[in-house]
């Protein structure tokens, strides 16, 4: 599903090794940046640096998701299936 980029976007990326392979890619167009970075900040714990889906509980992670799609941001994820967590450079290379 391709889309377009504007000029100098930030793309943030993350992957999951859980089962399939997953690489979720959102992109920030640069006048977005700033308040997309504050709304995150706003949604993860107080004290803590990032948000780590794997230690969270299931409400913790759809609050997380459901602020994360209220920001407007267009995400994209990928899934390649069937790969054991083995073949983690191919389905990089197949996301990519």
Do not use: N, W
């Not at 392979?21 to 709304?39: D, E, F, H, N």
């Not at 990928?78 to 990089?92: M, N």
């Amino acid at each position: 599903m391709p889309f377009d980029l504007p000029r100098r976007s930030h793309v943030f990326v993350d992957e999951s090794k859980a089962g399939s392979y997953y690489l979720a890619a959102a992109v920030v167009p640069p006048s977005g940046v700033t308040a997309a970075r504050s709304a995150i900040k706003g949604l993860r714990h107080k004290g803590s640096s990032a948000v780590h889906f794997k230690s969270e509980r299931d409400a913790t992670r759809r609050s997380f998701l459901k602020g994360a799609a209220s920001t407007g941001v267009k995400t994209v994820v990928y899934i390649v299936d069937g790969q054991p967590v083995r073949y983690l450079q191919s389905g990089r290379r197949a996301c990519v």
